[in-house]
Each structure stands twice: as structure tokens, then as C-alpha cells.
């Protein structure tokens, strides 16, 4: 079945949150980004999980969420990394009907821990370890982390964004747009300070876990 684009109507067009995110998790998903990129730092340099496959996470990801900004950036991302429209027409529609099975438990630990608000449950992380390894899960954790703050940021911008075109949503206020895109700034080098130093107290100089 072939599509106009990659990004579904009903996502461009959204007037209405699928998720709603507050001020504590906003702190927090700013807080968790240094983890998340020293495990995309050792991505590029070690190479054990294929772009692709983490690009397709982060979609599930945006999709569980609603973030209208964040899908059509990534697709487009997606396109440029050669994943075809059709697929990540897929992704964002949440279908699942092109998905490849060796993938398949990655994605859908994508869309666990989005359901879950960014704190999956231990034991399903712990499978995704057993069947893709240690660094490789660690790797789609921090991946998957970039995505989650990325979206706690892009669902408001998005909202306010169709605000100026006259089509504000359904269950937002401007109050709730604009204080959670001022916050972001406000509180961006504390939460990323208290990052760093959560890094360097528990000595982990390498790659991020739950």
C-alpha cells in the first residue's frame, strides 16, 4: 500500500495531546541526557547497533508519545538513512505491519518504555540484554532516552505551534505551552549539572543502565 509521505495526516494534523508530560519530567529526561550520550559517543565509536534500527526505535517512541514535531524531523531523518516511506509510515501509524522480526523486541521495548513514561520495567529490559547483548541494549537505552526528552520538549512546541495556526489543542493553554518551553531553558544546566555529577559519583564512565 503506498502512502503520499511518510507521516500520517493524522499526526501533522494533531489538535490534541496523546501524552502530556509535567515539569518533574521535564527535569528529569534533561537530567538522564549526559548518560544517553556518552552510550551514543561509544555507538559511533564501537558501532554496535545499526543507526537504522535505533532511528526505527525512536520513531516508536515519538508515536507512543504524539509528538508531531519530533515524527516529521526523524522521518525525514529516517528517509535520508534509506528507510523507506512505507516503513516509517508504519512506525508512526503504530500498525506494526512492517516490522522485521529480528527487530522486533527492540521496537517494542521502544514503545514499553514510552507507555511507561521512561521507566520500564526491569525484567523487560533485562530481555532485551539477553537478546541483543549488554552494550547493544544499552545503546538502545540511551537512544530511546534522547528521544523521550526530545519529545517532553517537541509535544508543547508542537501545541503551540498550531496554536499560531488557529488550531490550538483540544486540552492544552498556552500557559502550560510556553512554561514548558521557558522551563527547558531555565532548567537545562541544572538538570544537566546533576547529570554529570549523577555520572561521577557512581562511577560510570562508560555506557548507561536503568
Known amino acids: 500500500m503506498m502512502h503520499e509521505g511518510p507521516i500520517p495526516s493524522d499526526v501533522l494534523k494533531r489538535q490534541a ?11 528529569r529526561g534533561i537530567m538522564l541526557v549526559p548518560e544517553a550520550v556518552t552510550g551514543l559517543k561509544y ?8 543507526p537504522e534500527l535505533l532511528e526505527r526505535m525512536q520513531l516508536a517512541v515519538t508515536e507512543v508519545n504524539g509528538c508531531a514535531a519530533c515524527s516529521y524531523a526523524h522521518a525525514h531523518m529516517a528517509l535520508k538513512q534509506g528507510i523507506s516511506s512505507e516503513e516509517i509510515y508504519s512506525l508512526l501509524s503504530g500498525d ?3 516490522l522485521r522480526p ?5 521496537i517494542m521495548f521502544a514503545q514499553h518504555f514510552a ?4 521507566s520500564p520495567d526491569r525484567e523487560t529490559y533485562r530481555l532485551i540484554e ?6 547493544e541494549a544499552r545503546v538502545m537505552l540511551s537512544a530511546i532516552r534522547m528521544m523521550q526528552v526530545g519529545n517532553i520538549y517537541g509535544i508543547p512546541f508542537s501545541a503551540f ?3 499560531l495556526k488557529g488550531h490550538p489543542y ?3 493553554s498556552l500557559f502550560y505551552e510556553l512554561r514548558m518551553q521557558v522551563l527547558s531553558v531555565i532548567l537545562l544546566p541544572f538538570a544537566l549539572l546533576h547529570g554529570v555529577a549523577r555520572l561521577f559519583i557512581k562511577g560510570r564512565k562508560g555506557l548507561p543502565t536503568l
Open 43 to 50: 555507538n559511533r565509536k564501537h558501532k554496535v547497533v545499526s
Open 170 to 172: 483540544h486540552d492544552s
Open 130 to 135: 539477553e537478546t541483543y547483548g549488554t552494550n
Open 161 to 163: 505551534f498550531s496554536r
Open 115 to 118: 507507555d511507561t513514561g521512561g
Open 17 to 27: 495531546y496523546k501524552r502530556k508530560f509535567s515539569v518533574q519530567d521535564l527535569y
Open 96 to 98: 506494526g505491519a512492517i
Open 102 to 106: 529480528e527487530e522486533g523486541k527492540a
